[in-house]
């Protein structure tokens, strides 16, 4: 199922990759804060969906979530996971969706080791203090990978439900490039705030 699942969303790829390396170009902390904010936006609501969908299996909730981490490196970076508006996403109707979706926020994941070691050496002491999330699957993406493809087998018993997984994982992309297309303004920082009403 990742085989076909690769095949099948080969176009969308290139655009994915684009929109989560974006940091790298002209890196400086107070975009490194907004970028946390946008992929909390998009991914929270997103993970929410996941957990609270009929079926999906336990193992994989536990350990392919990551939502924790972003509230936690949002709050280091001044900003608070409640004062950012995150993206509506419908009710997932089966875990198929649930899963072609979860599979999409994995893809982004396996870039997280090379961005981390990049700002890491731009600005370390925020790494340090607010890169939890680029951190979450350091050295085993690609095993969390293999047990996602496990459960989409799983799960894909029949053509259709395979297809139907593909369609979904098209639609997750297809969201997830006009989320990241966007021009977002998250809230400023606290501290930013708190020298305004000043």
Partial sequence: MLAHLRQQTQPHHADADGDRLSIMEKPTVDRYR????????????????????????????STHLK???????LDVSGFRARDVIPLEVPRF??????????????RNALLHGLIYR????????????SGSYLRATEGRAGML???LGEALDQAANR???AEHIVASAKHAFRLQRQWYSCELAPPAPREARRSRAA
């Fill in 34 to 61: 907004r970028y946390l904010a946008q992929i909390y936006c998009f991914e929270a609501p997103i993970e929410r969906a996941c957990i609270a969908t009929d079926g999906m299996p336990r193992s994989i909730l």
């Fill in 118 to 129: 990049y700002l890491e050496g731009k600005f370390p002491d925020v790494m340090h203090a």
């Fill in 145 to 147: 990978m293999r047990e």
């Fill in 93 to 106: 109707d089966s875990r198929l969706d649930a899963l072609a979706w979860l599979w999409v926020l994995h």
């Fill in 159 to 161: 053509v259709a439900a």
């Fill in 67 to 73: 939502t924790t981490r972003l509230t936690a490196d």
